[in-house]
């Protein structure tokens, strides 16, 4: 059965630290991998990951993927209280979805 | 242009009654998905339509639960005889195309509460 896993399940840090946020997964028919941040709404966007070794880099945030070991990081540096969220990790599958449950991130000023 | 849109925002059903969840995708979209997020757990599949046609329900319960995606209107999500365990957040999601994630861009959401 495909499973994405998230660790950890939830995070408090203080502003300016850097947190690190791991998803693995066990999903056939793997085409690519996606990180969403969720704040009370809609799922957003942040990278799509396809290829082993290539860093995406977006601000504070960044993501690196490792096909071998079937796993991705998410790190965020510096952080903001903005960043206070659950961030998601997906897993695209053919016309799916997979999805973890989530890392819940909390940001203290 | 305006996003995924989704309503109601806030349901309330009883035990018992129907629920309906509109979902309008984005203009020009043709591809829309159904997830459900239930309290403490990640979005999970339910199911892919394209205009007037099911693709993929193979996370759809087999009983009680139906979606269309019409011609014309938004897709609708409905679920009979509604009960404790559907209450959770439906999020619908539309791309232009199939299967790129990346383009599957998320709506606000349904919070559906049964009591």
């Known amino acids: 059965e495909d499973k994405v896993v998230q660790s950890p399940l939830s995070l408090v840090v203080h502003e300016g630290d850097t947190v690190t946020l791991n998803c693995s997964y066990e999903?056939?028919?793997?085409?690519?991998l996606l990180w969403y941040k969720q704040e009370k709404k809609a799922p957003t966007f942040l990278f799509m990951l396809?290829?082993?070794?290539i860093e995406k880099k977006s601000g504070r945030l960044s993501s690196i993927l490792d096909k071998k070991e079937l796993f991705s990081i998410l790190n965020i540096t510096a952080t903001q209280t903005g960043d206070s969220a659950v961030y998601l990790c997906?897993?695209?599958?053919?016309?799916?979805?997979?999805f973890g449950a989530g890392t819940i991130l909390r940001v203290k000023s | 242009n305006a996003g995924v849109m989704q309503n109601p925002r806030h349901l309330v059903r009883r035990r018992g009654q129907e629920a309906r969840l509109r979902c309008s995708p984005m203009?020009?979209?043709?591809?829309v998905y159904w997830y459900r997020q239930l309290p403490e757990e990640g979005l999970k599949f339910m199911v892919y339509?394209?205009?007037?046609?099911?693709?993929?329900e193979s996370g759809m319960p087999k009983e009680r639960f139906s979606a269309e995606f019409p011609k014309e209107g938004p897709s609708i999500l409905r679920i009979q005889q509604v009960v404790r365990g559907d209450s959770a957040a439906y999020f619908c999601?539309?791309?232009?195309?199939?299967?790129?994630?990346?383009?599957?861009?998320f709506g606000p959401g349904t919070r559906l509460t049964v009591t």
């Open positions: 999601a539309s791309s232009p195309t199939e299967g790129q994630g990346y383009e599957q861009y």
């Open positions: 999903v056939t028919n793997f085409r690519s």
């Open positions: 396809t290829s082993s070794g």
């Open positions: 997906a897993v695209e599958r053919g016309n799916k979805l997979v």
């Open positions: 203009k020009g979209h043709s591809h």
């Open positions: 339509l394209q205009k007037e046609n099911i693709i993929d």
